[in-house]
């Protein structure tokens, strides 16, 4: 995760995985966070100033699109069923559905960058 990603419109998020490819010991912390409400729920708070992560963010629930954003200034990008994402260099996270009434579950994979 060398260079910074930014979720994109229209169901354009990339690059995408599966869950079975992520390496849970690579990371500091892995959580998972059911998400279902608008507008989106901030993961990442009382972040120091010059606090920043790498991570992945994959959709492992059970039905759903979910949406992501890492930048205060991007869009939300789709994230499909059973696939993962990954961004580098980032401050915040950003969860919300993609509709009001359908919920979907994240799987957050963090590690502090150095």
Not at 6 to 35: L, Y
Request: one cysteine or more; a neutral charge; charged letters at 20%.
């Amino acid at each position: 995760m060398a260079a910074s990603a930014h979720a994109q419109t229209v169901g354009m998020i990339g690059p995408g995985f599966a869950p079975s490819a992520i390496k849970a010991d690579n990371f500091d912390a892995v959580f998972e966070v059911k998400v279902n409400t608008l507008p989106s729920i901030p993961v990442l708070w009382n972040q120091t100033p010059d606090a920043r992560w790498d991570g992945v963010i994959c959709n492992v629930g059970k039905a759903n699109q979910g949406a992501v954003k890492v930048e205060p200034t991007a869009r939300f990008g789709y994230l499909d069923l059973n696939t993962c994402t990954m961004f580098a260099n980032f401050h915040m996270l950003d969860l919300t559905t993609v509709d009001p009434d359908k919920e979907w579950t994240a799987r957050v994979y963090l590690r502090a960058r150095k």
